[in-house]
């Protein structure tokens, strides 16, 4: 096997690697996500019942917007992990799809010049 072969055969285990690695990403911050939303959905309910007892309970109000301002916090650091999550995944699919043209140009070359060796015309 000439080295061609083996360069093309390594782009393609690599596309292969970058791409279970970019859907590993993409399940991780699909996980990101949820967990944001459920921040979100907790910090909504805080405050709607810090919203009812606004003018009864007012020591109650404050605990109950600062625990919100807390799941807010949460929610900031969340948005820039699954940002980066997001962009990491799709930068490994490019990687991936990078490889795997280059494996198939390297093979398709390969495949082109045996063919013109054949013919007799190179």
Do not use: N
Not at 6 to 24: C, D, N, R
Not at 43 to 70: F, N
């Amino acid at each position: 096997m000439e080295w061609k072969s083996w360069f093309g055969a390594g782009l393609l285990v690599v596309a292969l690697l970058l791409a279970g690695l970019s859907g590993f990403v993409f399940l991780r911050a699909s996980a990101t996500q949820e967990r944001i939303d459920g921040h979100l959905q907790k910090a909504a309910g805080l405050l709607s019942e810090a919203g009812a007892v606004k003018e009864t309970d007012p020591g109650r109000y404050d605990e109950l917007t600062r625990e919100a301002d807390q799941y807010t916090g949460f929610v900031e650091g969340g948005l820039d992990e699954y940002d980066s999550q997001y962009s990491g995944a799709w930068l490994f699919a490019a990687g991936a799809a990078g490889c795997l043209a280059g494996s198939f140009m390297v093979f398709f070359l390969r495949g082109g010049r045996r063919a013109a060796r054949a013919a007799g015309t190179r």
